[in-house]
C-alpha cells in the first residue's frame, strides 16, 4: 500500500513533538527503576550509609508489616482516602449535578463558585483557610460554638483526621462535580421523560436510569480520585502534618517522615514501592469495572 506523501512529510515533525512525552516516559521509569533498588538496600540520606550501603533483600519489606508505623498509616490512608475521595468527593458531586442540571439560577452560580473555588487554590492557601477555620478562635468556633455555649473547641486538634476529610472533600469536588455534569448533559431529556411518564419517581429515575447509563462515568471517576487521593501529600502536611501524634499520617507522609527526617532512604523507597502495588491493584479494580457488562 502507497503511503500518502503528506503522511510521509509528516513523519518527522511528528516524532519531534513526541520527544517529549517520551523523555516524560522514560524519566518516570528510570525514577521507579531507581525507587525500587534502593528498596532492597540499606541505603540513608546522610552518615555512612549514604556511601557504604548494602544489599538487605527483602527485609524492608518485611519491617512494612511489622511496624505498628506503617500498618498505622496504610489505615489512616484507606480511612482518609474512602471518605474523602470515594464517598465525599463522588457523591458530593453526582448529587450537586444531579441536583443542578439544567437550572440557570443565582443558586448554582453560588454553588459552582465556591465549589471550583477549593479545587483553584493552592493546597498551602486552602490549609492555611481550614487552619484558620477550625483552630480554637478560627470561624467555626467564633461564630458557631461560642454563640451556643460549647466553648472554644480544637477542632484541628481534637478531630484531626474528620478536617482534612472535609477539607478534601471541598478540595476537590470540583471534579467530580465537572465530570457527573458533562455525562449528565449526554443523556437525552426524552429517556428521562419518558421514565417519568411511566411513573417512576425521581429516585428511581436516578437508580434504573442515570445510574446505569453513567457507569463508565462513574468508575472512571473513582479511579481518578482514588489514585489522586490515596498519594495526596500537600494539603494534610500543610495541615497537621500528620499530626497530632500520627492521626493523619497517611502513607506519603510516613514515606516522607521515614525518608528525609529519619534518613532512611531504602525504607522509605519500600513505602513508596508498596504504595505503587497497591494503587496498582485498585486501579486494575475499577478498570475491569469500565468494562461494559455482557
Not at 552518615?47 to 518485611?62: H, K, L, P, T
Not at 476529610?165 to 465537572?178: E, R
Not at 472512571?220 to 501529600?233: A, V
Amino acid at each position: 500500500m502507497r503511503q500518502s506523501p503528506w503522511l510521509a512529510a509528516a513523519r518527522g515533525p511528528m516524532l519531534i513533538a513526541m520527544l517529549p512525552a517520551a523523555v516524560c516516559i522514560l524519566a518516570t521509569v528510570a525514577l521507579s527503576a531507581w525507587a525500587i533498588f534502593y528498596s532492597f538496600t540499606n541505603v540513608e540520606l546522610t552518615g555512612a550509609r549514604s556511601i557504604n550501603w548494602s544489599f538487605i533483600g527483602f527485609d524492608n519489606y518485611v519491617r512494612l508489616f511489622t511496624r505498628e508505623g506503617f500498618l498505622n498509616s496504610l489505615w489512616v490512608t484507606f480511612v482518609f482516602t474512602f471518605f474523602s475521595a470515594i464517598v465525599g468527593q463522588s457523591v458530593v458531586g453526582f448529587t450537586l449535578a444531579v441536583t443542578l442540571r439544567g437550572t440557570r439560577s443565582l443558586l448554582r452560580n453560588i454553588v459552582e463558585v465556591a465549589v471550583m473555588l477549593g479545587w483553584l487554590l493552592p493546597d498551602i492557601v486552602a490549609a492555611f483557610m481550614w487552619n484558620a477555620t477550625t483552630s480554637k478562635t478560627g470561624l467555626i468556633n467564633s461564630f458557631i460554638l461560642n454563640p451556643l455555649g460549647v466553648g472554644p473547641v480544637d477542632l484541628i486538634s481534637n478531630y484531626a483526621l474528620t478536617v482534612v476529610v472535609v477539607a478534601n472533600i471541598w478540595k476537590g469536588t470540583a471534579w467530580s462535580y465537572l465530570l457527573f455534569s458533562a455525562a449528565l448533559d449526554s443523556i437525552s431529556r426524552e429517556i428521562l421523560e419518558a421514565a417519568r411518564v411511566d411513573g417512576a419517581t425521581p429516585f428511581q429515575r436516578i437508580r434504573l436510569v442515570i445510574l446505569p447509563m453513567l457507569r463508565s462515568h462513574i468508575a472512571t471517576n473513582l479511579l481518578l480520585i482514588t489514585i489522586w487521593t490515596f498519594g495526596y501529600f500537600a494539603l494534610i502536611f500543610a495541615l497537621t502534618g500528620g499530626g497530632p501524634g500520627r492521626q493523619t499520617e497517611v502513607l506519603s507522609i510516613l514515606m516522607f517522615h521515614t525518608s528525609f527526617n529519619v534518613g532512611k532512604l531504602g525504607f522509605g523507597s519500600a513505602i513508596a514501592i508498596a504504595m505503587m502495588l497497591l494503587v496498582g491493584v485498585l486501579a486494575v479494580f475499577y478498570l475491569r469495572q469500565l468494562k461494559e457488562p455482557k
